[in-house]
């Protein structure tokens, strides 16, 4: 079983699997070297990145994150105004502070290889690290995969991967949706109350709550920040950052007293987006490329559903989460495994079917209203633009948060029977990324990367 703390994870943009995971696993790199008493004897380290990691490693930060974890660093911890600083002082030969306590030289364009055209078998997100000896002695190497929404595995664990906790440990486990919803139903608990006692065998309800609320007001703040920061986004493109004008509009549109709410859900995941796109502070929700959709839908309850609160707040998220765990165990959140299906489609359905529940909605309209956003981003490719993580992703993000909402007021109309279920729907997505080329899952070679880089006719 998967915890609502696996699938979100407070840290940096613009990437989960290409920023957060290769930051992760450097870092582990470097603690492993502490940990088996090797790390002074260190005098060279070598990263080499894989597929997907180095076809668009520049675009998404993957160069810095893999270098910056080595020196101990956090996607949570680390300040994201420091980063580029940091990679421009290793570049001018200041030395790289292996695991925060021990220097050694490092030059980041000629110790980090991307191998843009080589795929590991096991992933499309692969990277392996090396660490030399003064006579070139190779004292410890590693494999690490990048899996999607943060998690990643070293080889030996993605051989017989084991996450989270032992099903023996907690009250209500759970394979896939049909067992989710017969748990529920037999124990008379929402989704919310099923997720949140089996996260009390781990921390106390106070300290859960507390913890998600957290992850709200910094889902909450990169709203705000997003609508604020005017400028570009960067990169060879600079995209014009666009969510500070829609702010303007829509407040006017508002203080004229027109209607059109629904663009405000929009406007909130287009802010998120753009925040990510530029390597701020997000929340993993369950991916960074789809990390506008739920904070998006849950600012929009906060400032349009009468009697808004804290409450609802944590059921949104514990609902969320074991909708999102659903896909996670029995597919992929990882756009270059399974495309952009995996990442927003997973978001929309995660959101579509926490916003049903919050508002009243039946276990199976809840159901419902997750099936229905999966089965209408079927196929979704993840074609980023330069390897950027701006187009089409920032505006993909606006469009599927407005989605979420109204299948989230479809399905309340309707008693929750349907003819596909939400297991099927997760199989069908799983089999669809598996049957799609590699050049529409995150590598930047088809799609809208490929249309938009070639020269008009």
Request: overall charge negative; aromatic content about 6%.
């Given at each position: 079983?998967?915890?609502?703390?696996?699938?979100?994870?407070?840290?940096?943009?613009?990437?989960?699997?290409?920023?957060?995971?290769?930051?992760?696993?450097?870092?582990?790199?470097?603690?492993?070297?502490?940990?088996?008493?090797?790390?002074?004897?260190?005098?060279?380290?070598?990263?080499?990145?894989?597929?997907?990691?180095?076809?668009?490693?520049?675009?998404?930060?993957?160069?810095?994150?893999?270098?910056?974890?080595?020196?101990?660093?956090?996607?949570?911890?680390?300040?994201?105004?420091?980063?580029?600083?940091?990679?421009?002082?290793?570049?001018?030969?200041?030395?790289?502070?292996?695991?925060?306590?021990?220097?050694?030289?490092?030059?980041?364009?000629?110790?980090?290889?991307?191998?843009?055209?080589?795929?590991?078998?096991?992933?499309?997100?692969?990277?392996?690290?090396?660490?030399?000896?003064?006579?070139?002695?190779?004292?410890?190497?590693?494999?690490?995969?990048?899996?999607?929404?943060?998690?990643?595995?070293?080889?030996?664990?993605?051989?017989?991967?084991?996450?989270?906790?032992?099903?023996?440990?907690?009250?209500?486990?759970?394979?896939?949706?049909?067992?989710?919803?017969?748990?529920?139903?037999?124990?008379?608990?929402?989704?919310?109350?099923?997720?949140?006692?089996?996260?009390?065998?781990k921390l106390d309800e106070v300290e859960i709550r507390r913890r998600l609320l957290e992850i709200a007001a910094v889902m909450q703040g990169s709203v705000a920040r997003g609508y604020q920061h005017?400028?570009?986004?960067?990169?060879?493109?600079?995209?014009?950052?666009?969510?500070?004008?829609?702010?303007?509009?829509?407040?006017?549109?508002?203080?004229?007293?027109?209607?059109?709410?629904?663009?405000?859900?929009?406007?909130?995941?287009?802010?998120?987006?753009?925040?990510?796109?530029?390597?701020?502070?997000?929340?993993?929700?369950?991916?960074?490329?789809?990390?506008?959709?739920?904070?998006?839908?849950?600012?929009?309850?906060?400032?349009?559903?009468?009697?808004?609160?804290?409450?609802?707040?944590?059921?949104?998220?514990?609902?969320?989460?074991?909708?999102?765990?659903?896909?996670?165990?029995?597919?992929?959140?990882s756009g270059a495994e399974v495309g952009c299906q995996g990442e927003v489609g997973v978001a929309c359905s995660m959101a579509a079917g926490a916003y049903c529940a919050v508002l009243g909605g039946?276990?199976?309209q809840v159901e419902n209203a997750a099936e229905i956003a999966m089965e209408h981003h079927l196929g979704l490719t993840c074609d980023p633009v330069g390897g950027q993580v701006q187009v089409p992703?920032?505006?993909?993000?606006?469009?599927?948060?407005?989605?979420?909402?109204?299948?989230?007021?479809?399905?309340?109309?309707?008693?929750?029977?349907?003819?596909?279920?939400?297991?099927?729907?997760?199989?069908?997505?799983?089999?669809?990324?598996?049957?799609?080329?590699?050049?529409?899952?995150?590598?930047?070679?088809?799609?809208?990367?490929?249309?938009?880089?070639?020269?008009?006719?």
């Amino acid at each position: 079983m998967l915890s609502v703390f696996d699938l979100f994870k407070i840290g940096i943009g613009p990437s989960s699997s290409h920023t957060v995971g290769p930051m992760l696993a450097s870092k582990a790199f470097a603690d492993l070297l502490l940990e088996q008493g090797v790390l002074d004897q260190v005098q060279r380290i070598k990263v080499n990145l894989y597929g997907s990691l180095a076809l668009t490693g520049e675009g998404h930060g993957t160069v810095a994150a893999a270098v910056l974890g080595l020196e101990g660093n956090t996607p949570r911890g680390i300040d994201p105004e420091s980063i580029a600083p940091r990679m421009q002082a290793l570049r001018a030969s200041e030395p790289l502070h292996l695991a925060g306590k021990f220097d050694i030289a490092f030059d980041p364009d000629r110790d980090v290889e991307l191998h843009k055209h080589l795929f590991l078998p096991q992933h499309a997100n692969g990277m392996r690290i090396y660490a030399f000896a003064a006579d070139g002695h190779e004292l410890l190497r590693e494999t690490y995969f990048s899996v999607g929404g943060g998690f990643i595995l070293t080889e030996a664990q993605l051989a017989a991967p084991q996450t989270g906790q032992s099903d023996d440990d907690i009250p209500y486990s759970f394979c896939n949706s049909a067992e989710l919803m017969a748990l529920c139903r037999e124990h008379g608990k929402t989704m919310a109350q099923l997720v949140l006692a089996n996260e009390c065998t781990k921390l106390d309800e106070v300290e859960i709550r507390r913890r998600l609320l957290e992850i709200a007001a910094v889902m909450q703040g990169s709203v705000a920040r997003g609508y604020q920061h005017e400028g570009r986004l960067p990169g060879p493109f600079a995209v014009k950052r666009r969510a500070p004008a829609l702010y303007q509009r829509l407040l006017a549109m508002h203080m004229e007293g027109r209607a059109d709410v629904m663009l405000w859900p929009t406007l909130y995941a287009i802010a998120v987006s753009e925040e990510n796109a530029s390597g701020g502070r997000i929340v993993t929700a369950p991916t960074n490329g789809a990390a506008g959709i739920i904070p998006a839908v849950l600012q929009y309850y906060r400032d349009f559903t009468p009697g808004a609160n804290d409450e609802g707040i944590v059921d949104f998220l514990l609902t969320a989460a074991a909708i999102g765990m659903l896909y996670k165990m029995n597919a992929s959140i990882s756009g270059a495994e399974v495309g952009c299906q995996g990442e927003v489609g997973v978001a929309c359905s995660m959101a579509a079917g926490a916003y049903c529940a919050v508002l009243g909605g039946t276990l199976a309209q809840v159901e419902n209203a997750a099936e229905i956003a999966m089965e209408h981003h079927l196929g979704l490719t993840c074609d980023p633009v330069g390897g950027q993580v701006q187009v089409p992703c920032v505006e993909r993000n606006g469009v599927a948060a407005e989605k979420a909402i109204k299948i989230a007021q479809l399905a309340l109309l309707e008693d929750g029977q349907h003819l596909v279920s939400l297991d099927k729907v997760i199989e069908t997505m799983y089999r669809t990324g598996l049957d799609m080329k590699n050049s529409y899952k995150e590598t930047s070679l088809g799609g809208l990367a490929l249309t938009v880089a070639q020269p008009e006719c």
